[in-house]
C-alpha cells in the first residue's frame, strides 16, 4: 500500500521543504493541489509542484486534482512535461473534471451542469492522453477542438502517468479506460456546492466503496486504484466532534484516535485499493499518522513555516 500525503492548507508552509520533510519521514508521495483559495489564496498548482520537485529526490509528486476547468487540457500537458522534467522522473499528472463551484464563479469562471462538466472532462482525458502519450494530438468534441502536431519535443524521461479522478458511476466508467490510474473520490456524494455536508457522508457504506471498485474493475481490470480520504486523527475536541457526527458510517473509520486511523487503512488494501490520498481534516493528521505508516518517525510542520506577518 502506498500513502501519499496533500500539502496542508496552511498559508504560511513552505511547499518545497514540506515535501522534503514529507520525504525524509517515509511517505510515498506528495500532493499538491489546484485552487485560487479555500480559507485562503492558494499557491498555484504548477509553481508548487515545481518547487517541490526541486527541493525532493525520491518521493513521488503528484497534482491531486489540476482543475479541467481553469485551463485548456494542452497547457496542462505542457506543464506536466516540464514538471517530469524538473523531477526527473518522478511525477504524475494528475486531472480532475473541478468541483469547487463557489471558486470558480467568484473568479469568472462559468460552473457547467453536472453532465456538461463531466463531458467537458472525458474530452480532455483523451486529449491529455494522446499527448502525453505520442506528443500530439487531433480532437473535435463538444468542448475543445485541438489540432497539435510535433509541437511537443520527446520528453526526455517516459511521459508521465495520467491519473484521473471519478466518484459518480458515469465518470467512474468512462474516466478508466482513459488514464493511467483511477483515484476514486470516497466523499463525492457528500459534496454539494462545494463543501462537505458531514451527515450524507455519515451515510458512506463500505458496500458503497467498494462497488465504486468492482464498477472500475470490471471496465478494465489491470488498473491501479487509489481512494481520496479526508482524516481528522487525535483526540481533540475537534476530532471526536467529527467522529461523533459520522459515527455509524464507514468513513468514520478514519477519524479518531491514530491507532484506530491506521488499523482502518490497512484493510482498504482487501477492497482492491493500492493507493490513499490522505488530506487533512484536521491540522496535524499527517504528523499522527507518520508513525504507523512510514518509517517511523515524526515531524513537526513549526519550522517549515514561513515568517508570519
Known amino acids: 500500500m502506498e500513502y501519499f500525503v496533500n500539502l496542508p492548507n496552511d498559508q504560511f508552509l513552505r511547499p518545497g521543504e514540506w ?31 515545481t518547487e517541490m520537485a526541486c527541493k525532493t529526490e525520491k518521493v513521488k509528486l503528484t497534482t491531486s486534482f489540476c482543475n479541467n476547468l481553469f485551463r485548456s487540457p494542452v497547457e496542462f500537458c505542457q506543464a506536466a512535461f516540464s514538471l517530469q522534467q524538473a523531477s526527473r522522473g518522478r511525477f504524475e499528472a494528475g486531472l480532475g473534471a473541478g468541483w469547487l463551484e463557489e471558486e470558480l464563479t467568484a473568479a469568472g469562471i462559468e460552473y457547467p451542469r453536472p453532465k456538461e462538466r463531466i463531458t467537458r472532462y472525458i474530452e480532455a482525458l483523451k486529449i491529455a492522453r494522446d499527448i502525453l ?6 480532437f473535435k468534441g463538444d468542448f475543445y477542438n485541438i489540432s497539435m502536431g510535433k509541437n511537443f519535443q520527446p520528453p526526455q524521461y517516459d511521459a508521465p502517468p495520467l491519473v484521473g479522478s471519478a466518484g459518480g458511476p458515469r465518470a467512474l466508467k468512462e474516466v478508466s479506460p ?11 456524494r457528500a459534496t454539494r456546492g462545494g463543501k462537505i455536508d458531514l451527515d450524507i ?30 482524516v481528522a486523527v487525535g483526540e481533540s475536541n475537534e476530532v471526536m466532534g467529527i467522529a461523533n457526527k459520522l459515527r455509524g458510517g464507514y468513513l468514520a473509520n478514519f477519524m479518531g484516535e491514530p491507532e484506530k486511523v491506521i488499523e482502518s487503512l490497512g484493510k482498504l488494501e482487501s477492497l482492491g485499493i493500492d493507493r490513499v490520498q490522505l488530506t487533512e481534516f484536521t491540522p496535524g ?20 513555516r514561513a515568517h508570519e506577518t
Open 19 to 49: 515535501a522534503k520533510e514529507m520525504e525524509t519521514v517515509g511517505w510515498h508521495g506528495d500532493c499538491a493541489s489546484d485552487h485560487f483559495w479555500v480559507t485562503h489564496a492558494y499557491p498555484h498548482v504548477f509553481v508548487t509542484a
Open 133 to 138: 502519450k505520442k506528443q500530439r494530438c487531433h
Open 285 to 304: 493528521a499527517h504528523n499522527l499518522l507518520s508513525e504507523g505508516l512510514t518509517e517511523n518517525k515524526t515531524v513537526s510542520y513549526t519550522h517549515l
Open 178 to 188: 482513459l488514464v493511467d490510474r483511477i483515484e476514486i473520490n470516497s466523499t463525492a
Open 201 to 230: 457522508m455519515a451515510t458512506i457504506e463500505e458496500n458503497e466503496i467498494r462497488a465504486q471498485v468492482d464498477l472500475v474493475k470490471n471496465v478494465r481490470a489491470d488498473i491501479p486504484i487509489s481512494i481520496f480520504l479526508l
